[in-house]
């Protein structure tokens, strides 16, 4: 064991030999090769290179630690608490044994990071020994332990003009951010001759992490005990189907409603499209080809947050014409308010019809809201208090979009689907889809009455109004010089999240329906010519909206606000004439393979999917151990991992909270009445093509059974989410 320890305290001192021939290959380079990629201060990268590990500076400088050097006692003007005279008795318990080579001392150097390899192309991050660290527990006496901290300190800042390095270090838990800030602003002050100013804080508290969990709080324990209350739930009604029913239609609808078995059959059960020619089957993989997008989009965000060795090929890939499809991946929730839109018309319009044009607008809302919030409101408990449960990691925290810990503040903001206007911080960043959604779903109605009782007139007006919301987005760009680039939450807010800059899909998607719907039933007999220059046109219109500002780089206010405000008009456009083709047997390939059964139990998962996708990859983000690797293909290898364990996790939601609360909305509020409302009507509709047609968790209607039930199959407005 003694040989093991000063072998390794060997190796330690042995860097300091590396480092100095670093030193002299930098000093033969020219420096304007070094600034080539990145603005690096040479002579300060130059004098970092020059030390030893940083771990064996700090405790060769600090081998007599005072509580001087924690910035406490008659010199300062802060007393010592007992915190600091615990901290100052550990780090000399550290020195003593190091110095007489104790393994466990020689581990709080050996987690420390070092200077990064390659800080000239990007890696600005050494995250050292995570479980290293934190796995240290020496026992001093029977009633105290030295137990290792570990945290995330700034090592240089400002070697570049934007970033930071990043290096892992390891102190006593008995040590507060405060005093390892004192005491590395004083090392590189005496090693680097680099004076920190009191303003900098080069170790945070929040990046730390000790071995030591935090006892439950209240809504922690409420959390575990409501999921473990429908887990069991689901459990006991699931054996009670598969052993004690012999008919799955003489079941108790509560004992269905829980079922794994009852909901796994309809979730999964794969209907045949083609008996039915109303059916808009291609739908299904449009909408699951634009959540893969969602998803595959939000993997990039989570490798631009970690910490990746070329991030400087990153920024390269940022002008590669590769990178359009991803940053341009907002042209998904545009898709998904098309459906929305479309959805609604088609389903609601033909409802109409057979009630004489009644609707009834507050059950609608009802509806939507009881079928929505269930899964929403868990994901929030379960964002804040669950995901910190699952995973610990030198990241954990850091590669999260959001800081969950503002839902205690905005939850029922985001209950309300007002989060996109009521609130900066958002609880759950995604969620603000679902809030611009039900809010144009609310204004949806009155389109919809003009709609049945004006007929094209209506039409025309829906026209000119997507027409005005279109030249506001201009006008509030121009007038304001807002970018969608900006930096702060204002840009964002006025134009990503704001109801009126996000409704010209909507609209379009209603018009499209509102054709669908008067057109119905007529078979339209396109010779080639035409065929082709629909798909010439349609095409083309969405491939400039994925590649008109390829190169551009940043673009005037005004060339900016016109492809903002016109893509987002020829997007839904140019997805017009793919559903049409496809329902007109115009696809071809196209047809075959957005219309593929396949989709329809992706196609029924994708709102709790699209709910908990950021659960999975911020959990998956946080674990990480060492630094990564930045391409395409790393981030595709990462995407399939993070993309089949949220459908795993969605299909748990899904027959845990999101088919139980279907079904008992169902019981509750059933659509089959002697006089259905048709607000009901339309929402068993949208339910139905969540699940089968003969298996559906809300009872059809009787009387439009035969026409409707299978009108839209695989998609429902409301969770087309982004």
Known sequence: MVRLAITLWLSVLALATVNAEIENIFALANKQLLTEDLAVDVDRYLAVSKLRRLAVEFFDYYSNVTLADLNVGDQHSRLPTLQ???????????????????????????????LPAGVLVGNFWDLGNFDECIGIAHAVTTRHSVKGKYCLTKLV?????????????????????????TMLKRLFQNLLNVEIGTEVQIVDEATCQTSATKPY??????????LSILGALVGLSTI???????????????????????????????????????????LNGIRCLSFIWVVFGHEYLVFAMSPNINMADALKWMNSIFSMFVLHG??????????????????????????????????????????????????????????PLLGNGPLQGSVNFDDYSSCENTWYWTLLYVQNYATNDLCISHSWYLAVDMQLYIFAPFLL????????????GIFILMLLLACCLFSIMVINNLSLGGQGTGAMKRLYYATNTRASPYLIGILFGYFLHTNRGKDFKLNRLTVLVGWLVGLALIFTCLF??????????????????????????????????????????????????????????SYSAYIFHMFIEGLNGGITRTSTYFSDYQVMLRFWSDFGFTILF???????????????????????????????????????????????PVEKPAEVKSDTSEEVAGTRPEDNSV
Not at 174 to 181: G, L, T, V, Y
Not at 247 to 272: G, Q, Y
Not at 449 to 460: N, V
């Open 240 to 282: 009670y189907d598969y052993f004690f029913c012999q008919d799955e239609k003489t079941i108790n609808p509560v004992v269905k409603a829980f079922s794994a078995r009852s909901n796994s059959r309809a979730l999964f059960k794969i209907v045949d499209t083609n008996s039915n020619p109303n059916v808009i089957d291609c």
């Open 157 to 181: 800042p400002s070697v570049s003009l934007n970033v930071a390095i990043k290096t892992a270090v390891c102190f006593p838990a008995s040590c507060s951010a405060a005093n390892m800030d």
């Open 449 to 460: 009455i003009a709609l049945y009782k004006w007929g094209k007139k209506a039409a025309a």
């Open 548 to 605: 008109a500002v390829y190169g551009q780089g940043s673009l005037p206010i005004v060339e900016e606000a016109s492809y903002v405000t016109l893509s987002r008009i020829a997007w839904p456009l140019g997805l017009c004439w793919v559903v049409f083709a496809c329902m007109h047997g115009y696809g071809g390939l196209a047809s075959g393979f957005l219309s593929s059964p396949l989709w329809q139990p992706l196609s029924k998962l």
């Open 84 to 114: 600091d005279m615990e901290c100052l008795a550990d780090l000399a318990v550290v020195t003593r044994d190091l110095s007489s080579f104790k393994v466990w001392a020689l581990k709080m150097i050996d987690s420390w990071g070092l």
């Open 650 to 696: 969605s299909y748990l939601m899904h027959i845990l909270i999101e088919a139980p609360f279907a079904s008992l909305l169902s019981i509750l509020l059933p659509a089959k009445r002697p006089n259905p409302p048709p607000a009901a009507v339309i929402e068993a509709k949208i339910a139905e093509v969540e699940t089968t047609p003969d298996e559906s």
């Open 217 to 226: 709080d209240g809504l922690t324990i409420f959390t575990i005990v409501a």
């Open 330 to 387: 907002i042209y998904a929730v545009d898709t998904f308010f098309f459906l929305s839109g479309l959805l609604l018309v088609v389903i609601a319009l033909r409802s109409m019809d057979k009630t004489k044009g009644k609707l009834n607008i507050p059950m609608m809302y009802l509806h939507r809201y009881l079928r929505l919030t269930p899964i929403l409101a868990f994901a929030i408990l379960i964002y804040m208090k669950i995901l």
